[in-house]
């Protein structure tokens, strides 16, 4: 996993609140995109007389931006050392799977 993530031979060991820091804005970058396809877009779009094809074109790049988010994270917790850096990294892979499959449905409403 050391290898996969190039964590130990680059650059220097990263701070546990450089960690802790990504993480919450990982997270937050993700609880966003949730937010955006599961309330607004469905539910207060169409009430404000909004287009409902808006979702997934605003959908996408969020989404894409939370990947980044997301795996720049696992490399942080790696990178410090982290106690908790597989229980992160479980977090952090749970987060990206169902990014990816909001994602895979907003390629599909686009099709």
């Known amino acids: 996993m050391r290898r996969l993530l190039r ?3 680059g650059p220097p060991r990263a ?7 990504i993480f919450s804005a990982s997270i937050l970058v ?3 995109r949730c937010l955006l396809s599961y309330v607004v877009f469905p539910i207060a779009a169409p009430a404000i007389g909004a287009a409902g094809g808006v979702g997934p ?5 969020i989404a894409c931006v ?3 988010f997301d795996a720049k994270g696992i490399r942080r917790f790696w990178l410090a050392d982290h106690r908790y850096r597989w ?4 977090i952090y892979l749970a987060v990206m799977v169902l990014v990816l499959v909001l994602l ?3 390629i599909a409403q686009l099709a």
């Open 57 to 61: 074109a605003i959908g996408i790049p």
């Open 104 to 106: 895979a449905d907003n």
């Open 7 to 9: 964590v130990g031979e």
């Open 30 to 32: 993700s609880a966003l």
């Open 87 to 90: 229980p992160v990294t479980g």
């Open 15 to 21: 701070s546990d609140d450089q960690a802790h820091r």
């Open 66 to 68: 939370a990947l980044y």
